[in-house]
C-alpha cells in the first residue's frame, strides 16, 4: 500500500466485504479489490481517472481493460468512488479490506525477519508452530535483515517474538546494567 490508511476507506472496506459474503463472491471480490488498489495506487492515475475530461463511459472502458470479468456492482463501486472523488482510498479500502478477509477467513499474516535465507521447510515450520500457538492459518512473509546477527524476530499483528542474537545481546545488556 503505497498511501495512507484513511478512516473512509475501512468504512468502504467493511461494506464490501458484507457485500461480498452476502453474494458469496469473496473471491471476485478480493480480485476487484486488488484491481483498484493497481488502478489508483499512483496519486497521477487517480488525477487523469477523475479529470474532468473523464467520461464515466471511458473510466468504465479503463476498468473493464483491467478486469474484463468485472461484475455491475463491482464497477458501481469504482464509478461511486470516482463521482465522489474518492479514488485516492482505492490502497486504503485494499489494506483494509485484505484484514477483515483474514479476519473472517481465521488467518493471520506473520513478518519473520532472519539474517539468512529461509528454506520453504524452515518456512513451512514456523507457520505451523504459530498457527498452534495462535489459533489461526499463518501467511509468512520472510524479510532478510543481516543487522539481527542471527536467530528470527516474528511480528504477527501487534505481537512481536525477538528471538534474534541481537535482541538476545540487547537483554542481556540490559540485565548486566541493572545489576
Do not use: C
Not at 487523469?48 to 456492482?73: A, H, K, Y
Amino acid at each position: 500500500m503505497s498511501g495512507t490508511r484513511d478512516v473512509a476507506g475501512r468504512r468502504y472496506a467493511v461494506a464490501v466485504l458484507e457485500i461480498a459474503k452476502n453474494s458469496g463472491e469473496l473471491d471476485t471480490w478480493q480480485e476487484a479489490i486488488e484491481n483498484l488498489d493497481a488502478l489508483t495506487d499512483n496519486p497521477a492515475y487517480v488525477e487523469i481517472l477523475q479529470g474532468d475530461g473523464m467520461s464515466d463511459d471511458t473510466f468504465q472502458n479503463i476498468v473493464r481493460r483491467v478486469m474484463p470479468d468485472i461484475s455491475t456492482v463491482q464497477i458501481n463501486l469504482f464509478r461511486l468512488l470516482r463521482r465522489k472523488n474518492r479514488l485516492s482510498l482505492g490502497p486504503s479500502i485494499q489494506s483494509f479490506f485484505k484484514e477483515l478477509l483474514d479476519d473472517e477467513q481465521n488467518v493471520a499474516r506473520a513478518t519473520v525477519t532472519s539474517a539468512v535465507p529461509l528454506d520453504e521447510s524452515q518456512t513451512v515450520e514456523i507457520a505451523d508452530k504459530l498457527s498452534t500457538t495462535i489459533g489461526k492459518k499463518i501467511i509468512v512473509e520472510t524479510r532478510l535483515d543481516s543487522s539481527i546477527i542471527g536467530g528470527l524476530v516474528i511480528r504477527v499483528g501487534d505481537r512481536l517474538i525477538d528471538a534474534s542474537t541481537r535482541g538476545q545481546l540487547g537483554s542481556l545488556r540490559t540485565h548486566i546494567a541493572r545489576s
